[in-house]
């Protein structure tokens, strides 16, 4: 190896101990951070404004009632109730609140069975209904046949073959 090599080669060696030096007093400091972390700081995360995560409790920032109030997913999808430890939708009044109802008439709390009968903001699934079938019956008036398949591939793209075979049951007869 000559001169120069060996020169690069401690310069880049140099730089790599300098390196970890630095990240391993980051990584002391983030520990000491945390065990010191408080109400205040749960609040100041962005944990805290899209989760819920607002309250401080053995170390941890856990979400809370008055945190899912304060959440994203409160505002956006009327999840606003804790609920098995998680923000989520309990009731109407959870869903009228939120952008989902303001922006896409979304204001009912409704079981969602895709989500193991959890409920979720959504119109009633006969309004649903209804306006979908409206919706194939403008688009090909004169061929009644085709509305159920119209039916089937709009609820394809968010539902469940239950809430199908509900839309269908409201389908007039051929």
């Not at 009632?65 to 959870?94: F, I, N, W």
Request: hydrophobic content about 30%; aromatic content about 4%; overall charge positive.
């Amino acid at each position: 190896m000559n001169k120069l090599s060996c020169i690069g080669v401690l310069a880049v060696v140099a730089v790599l101990c300098v390196s970890c030096t630095k990240s391993s007093g980051n990584k002391a400091k983030q520990k000491t951070s945390k065990s010191e972390r408080t109400q205040i700081d749960c609040k100041a995360e962005s944990a805290c404004k899209h989760l819920g995560k607002c309250s401080y409790v053995d170390g941890y920032c856990v979400v809370t009632a008055e945190g899912c109030k304060v959440s994203r997913l409160c505002k956006d999808h009327g999840r606003c109730s804790l609920k098995d430890g998680a923000c989520a939708v309990t009731s109407d009044a959870d869903c009228k609140a939120s952008l989902l109802c303001k922006k896409e008439n979304r204001c009912s709390a409704v079981t969602d069975p895709v989500s193991g009968g959890a409920l979720t903001c959504d119109e009633p699934l006969k309004d649903k209904c209804r306006r979908i079938m409206k919706t194939c019956k403008e688009n090909n008036p004169d061929n009644p046949e085709s509305w159920d398949y119209c039916l089937k591939t709009i609820l394809a793209i968010d539902d469940s073959v239950e809430v199908f075979g509900f839309c269908k049951k409201l389908l007039p007869a051929k």
